[in-house]
């Protein structure tokens, strides 16, 4: 597995999560994020951190449309308690550290 310190599981989870909803533009569920997290960490791990990320206010979700027309639970960064701000602030100073490219 590929290392993703100096940011623990779940701050790289809310990274890939602010990265895909906010870079990119794209919708995020957890099959997509287990996918992009897949050598990082496994199915378990995700899960724990999306839990973990949802219980501290950094994460919140709502049901919205995935690939193919499907309907999913989408994550993203809650605003609500200037989790944005935090994360946009890890993100700005190690994505480039831990992936090498803002387009990955």
């Known amino acids: 597995m590929r ?3 100096p ?4 701050l790289f989870t809310a990274m890939m ?5 906010e870079i990119k533009k794209e919708s995020i569920w957890f099959t997509k994020l287990v996918d992009l997290l897949k050598d990082y960490m496994d199915k378990n791990d995700v899960s724990n951190s999306l839990d973990t990320l949802t ?3 950094v994460v ?7 690939e193919n027309g499907h309907v999913g639970y989408l ?3 809650d605003t609500k308690d200037g989790g ?6 890890l993100y700005d100073i190690y994505w480039i550290k831990i992936k090498g490219d803002t387009n990955d």
């Open 3 to 5: 290392s993703f310190k």
């Open 7 to 10: 940011v623990d599981k779940y």
């Open 17 to 21: 999560i602010y990265h895909i909803t």
């Open 55 to 57: 219980d501290w206010m």
């Open 60 to 66: 919140d979700g709502k049901y919205g449309p995935t």
């Open 75 to 77: 994550y993203y960064i």
């Open 84 to 89: 944005d701000f935090t994360i946009k602030k």
